[in-house]
């Protein structure tokens, strides 16, 4: 089902969120071009979101992510999924905030903690290495206490960007309801835009 996006839709939130499956859910079902900025900065660099801020350190990883967020603002895209820090950015917060529908989709720190620890586990063990290496180390990930150290990093985290989250123009709980579900829901305030 095709649908005509006007105003370019910019998912915010905190890792675990489901931005990303989401994205993939409105592109393929809806026909919507998507990008996932982390993604995309992978693909640029060759090199995984870990291993950039290991290397080249944050400041670096976050020139790149500004670079790609400016790029799909600027081009042709309908949705695009930042990564968790971007709105750290100044310019990129002013930037999608001025001309972007800012949907932020929101997680508790319980449910964000478990979806982390599965993903980052899974990328691990296919030899991908850490997705979100700002949640935690490798080594934590895969011990016994992961879960109590992610779950207090998470938290820590949530409340200093608690502010950024804030900007959204619409916030979607994701507890308890399914990626399809979201998606749908974006598609619903897309159309209530495109009528007014």
Known sequence: MNRVVKKKVVLIGFPGAGKTTVGRILQKEYSWSWVDVDEAVEVETGFSISNLIREEGEEYF???????????????????????????????????????????????????????????????????????????????????????????????????????????????DTDGLTARQLAAKIVELVEEQSDN
Request: charged content about 35%.
């Open 62 to 172: 976050r020139s790149l992510e500004r670079k790609v967020v400016k790029n799909a603002v600027a081009g042709s895209v309908d949705v695009i999924s930042l990564g968790g820090g971007a709105l750290l950015n100044e310019e990129t917060r002013r930037e999608v905030e001025d001309t972007c529908l800012l949907v932020h989709l929101k997680v508790s720190a319980e449910r964000s903690s478990e979806r982390v620890i599965k993903d980052e586990r899974d990328s691990i063990q296919r030899g991908e290495g850490m997705k979100r290496p700002l949640l935690a180390s490798e080594e934590v990930l895969m011990s016994a206490a992961v879960e109590e150290e992610v779950r207090q990093n998470v938290s820590e985290l949530m409340d200093s960007r608690r502010g950024l989250y804030e900007l959204a123009h619409h916030t979607l």
